[in-house]
C-alpha cells in the first residue's frame, strides 16, 4: 500500500496561490490514479481533483474548475495541486489519495481510494 505524505498548505490572501505536494512511497507509483479531497470545517470530506495513471484523464471538481491543476511527476513519486485565485470557500484541510486499482482513471469517490496522507490545512483569508 502507497504511504503519502502532503505539503504545501498554509495561510493565504483571497486571491493568491498555494500549490500542494503529494510525495508517495511503496507500491508502483507509476500505475496509480490520484484524488485530491477536501473536508471544510463541518462539512464532508469531498473531491477537489483527480489524475488518471497515465497523467491524461484529469477531473475537477466543478467550484475549482478554471483555478487549480493536478498534475503528477512520476521521477519525483508526487503528485501536485496548483491553486490559484483561491477563494475563502478554498479553507480546509486538503488530503491526498491513491486509488486501489492500478492502470484506472481517477475517481469523485472517496470509496475508490485505499490510501490516504494526513493531510495538509489551507486557510484563505478574505
Known amino acids: 500500500q502507497l504511504q503519502l505524505v502532503e505539503a504545501g498548505g498554509g495561510l493565504v490572501q483571497a486571491g493568491g496561490s498555494l500549490r500542494l505536494s503529494c510525495v508517495a512511497s511503496g507500491r508502483t507509483f507509476n500505475f496509480t490514479a490520484f484524488g485530491w479531497f477536501r473536508q471544510a470545517p463541518g462539512k464532508e470530506r469531498g473531491f477537489v481533483a483527480g489524475?488518471?495513471?497515465?497523467?491524461?484523464?484529469?477531473y475537477y471538481a466543478d467550484p475549482v474548475k478554471g483555478r487549480f491543476t493536478i498534475s503528477r511527476d512520476n521521477a519525483k513519486k508526487t503528485v501536485f495541486l496548483q491553486m490559484d485565485s483561491l477563494k475563502s470557500e478554498d479553507t480546509g484541510v486538503y488530503y491526498c489519495?491513491?486509488?486501489?486499482?492500478?492502470?484506472?482513471?481517477?475517481?469523485?469517490?472517496?470509496?475508490?481510494?485505499?490510501?490516504w496522507g494526513q493531510g495538509t490545512e489551507v486557510i484563505v483569508s478574505a
Open positions: 489524475i488518471g495513471w497515465d497523467g491524461v484523464d484529469k
Open positions: 489519495a491513491a486509488r486501489a486499482q492500478m492502470y484506472t482513471i481517477a475517481s469523485s469517490s472517496r470509496g475508490a481510494y485505499d490510501a
